[in-house]
Structures are given as C-alpha cells and as structure tokens.
C-alpha cells in the first residue's frame, strides 16, 4: 500500500513511511467496506501532516551549462534551480522563472528532477515532448493530490507535458 502522506510505496514490515515518517495506520473495519468511512474521519489529520510535510520538500531541475570552445559546444557545469516547496506546487503549477533553449532534433526531451528534504535528495528523470518552434521554453511542474509530480514545457503558442510519475517512487 502507499503511503496515504507522500504516496511512497510501502514495503512489508515497515512501521512508518522512511520518506514522511508518518506511522502505518491499521484501520478498524477495512475489510468490511467501513475503512473508507473511517479513512474519510481522519482525512483533515492527514491533508495537515502532509502539508507540513511538503513544507520541508524542495523541488527541481538540473540544468546544464554549454559553452563553444575551439568550434564545438562543450558542457561547462550543471546548477540546481528550485521549482519553490511541495506545498506551492501541490495543485497549482509553478513556472520557473528562466527560459530554455530548445534542443533540436530530439522527439522528446529529458529533464532530471531532484527532491530534496530533510538533508536527503533523490532524482529521477522525467521526460516532455519537444516543442516544435525554435523559441525559448518556459518549465513549469505541478504536484497533484495523488503525490504524482508532472512537468510543462510552454514556449508560448503551445504547452506540452510529460507523463505523471510518483514524487517518492520508492
Ligand atoms: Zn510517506
């Protein structure tokens, strides 16, 4: 099952969820169709766990440098840009302030995503359609009630996303 905070998926034997530290809740009655009754008495507990959970969740892309050396266009370092917390992307996309340059030739592109929270930082690679016209991109990211992050790229005439993917897949 996955954690009802951070959405990570649980494994067997665990007490509380190593992302969110929030306890496994056993529920009276789950097996008999009253768990969803009882899931819904303590749903204002759960929104404010995890709203002070994401408070403490940063969220962002790895961009990388590229400089032209001698004819040919070399890497010249990569820098961490933050979308804002968890909580100003849950439910409402975020636009980084900075345009991108648009790759060409590339069918899709692929963005790397960085968690960080409570010292600790995870990645995972998500990938956006590429924008036809040659104009620089905005990138934006929403996190929705389910945990799932997904990313936009808008350059203007048109806005394309990636899939959805976990924000903690665990
Ligand atoms: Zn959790």
């Known amino acids: ?34 768990g969803v009754n009882e899931i819904e008495k303590i749903s204002g507990e759960l929104s404010a766990y995890r709203s002070r959970f994401l408070e403490k969740v940063d969220i962002g892309v790895v961009i990388y440098y590229w400089k032209g050396e001698n004819g040919v266009i070399v890497p010249d370092g990569e820098e961490r840009i933050s979308f804002g917390t968890g909580k100003a992307l849950y439910g409402q996309t975020v636009w980084l302030p900075v345009k991108f340059a648009r790759i060409p030739g590339e069918e899709r592109v692929p963005v790397r995503v960085s968690v960080r929270w409570e010292g600790r930082e995870e990645e995972q690679m998500f990938f956006i359609p590429n924008l036809e016209e040659a104009r620089l991109q905005a990138l934006g990211a929403v996190l929705d009630s389910g945990m799932e992050l997904q990313l936009f790229a808008g350059n203007g005439t048109g806005v394309v996303s990636s899939r959805k993917q976990p924000l903690f897949p665990g």
Do not use: Q, T, W
């Not at 959405?7 to 789950?30: M, Q, T, W, Y």
């Open 1 to 34: 099952m996955n954690c009802m905070i951070c959405g990570r998926n649980g494994k067997e034997g665990e007490n509380s969820c190593p992302v969110c530290h929030f306890p496994h809740v056993i529920l009276p009655c789950a097996g008999d169709g009253n």
